[in-house]
């Protein structure tokens, strides 16, 4: 099973791509063994949805990384080591994979996480969707563009 998951505040507009991407991904035809997950804030509860995974795109706004509505492919380790530890409902990204790291080492799960710089239009959010279903679709352990 691959799961895309979209992370964020879909009351705040620079905060709801990953909640918005999922909504655009709802209306394609996905594979059959592709499934969606709004994240939304759920932060640490959503290691319940890495289970019985062998693949997790995650899609979320990024900050700092490029310019505005652009995305990118950001290797898991490198957005592991973001942020501060957190254990309530603003737990951000590093801390969800952090806490997947401990828990779960060495698991076969294959998480690729994909950014979208805030602001972002509608134009860069089709981008953002059909490149997260490619992500999620590639051959396994394959380059992550």
């Known amino acids: 099973m691959k799961r895309i998951i979209g992370i964020g505040n879909r009351l705040v507009e620079d905060d709801a791509i990953g909640p918005r991407v999922v909504d655009l991904l709802a209306d394609r035809e996905l594979p059959e063994d592709v499934d969606l997950v709004e994240g939304g804030l759920s932060g640490l509860d959503l290691l319940t949805s890495f289970s019985g995974c062998?693949?997790?795109?995650?899609?979320?706004?990024?900050?700092?990384?490029?310019?505005?509505?652009?995305?990118m492919s950001i290797r898991a380790?490198?957005?592991?080591?973001?942020?501060?530890?957190?254990?309530d409902h603003a737990a951000g990204l590093g801390s969800l994979l952090r806490a997947w790291s401990c828990i779960s080492p060495g698991?076969?799960?294959?998480?690729?996480?994909?950014?979208?710089?805030?602001?972002?239009?509608?134009?860069?959010?089709e981008?953002?969707?059909?490149?997260?279903?490619?992500?999620?679709?590639?051959?396994?352990?394959?380059?992550?563009?």
Do not use: F, H, K, N
């Open 107 to 125: 698991d076969d799960v294959e998480i690729r996480v994909l950014g979208v710089e805030a602001p972002a239009s509608d134009a860069d959010l």
């Open 127 to 145: 981008e953002a969707a059909t490149r997260a279903l490619r992500l999620a679709c590639d051959s396994p352990r394959g380059p992550a563009t």
């Open 54 to 71: 062998d693949r997790i795109v995650l899609v979320d706004a990024v900050s700092g990384y490029g310019r505005p509505g652009q995305t």
């Open 77 to 87: 380790e490198d957005a592991a080591a973001t942020g501060e530890d957190r254990y």
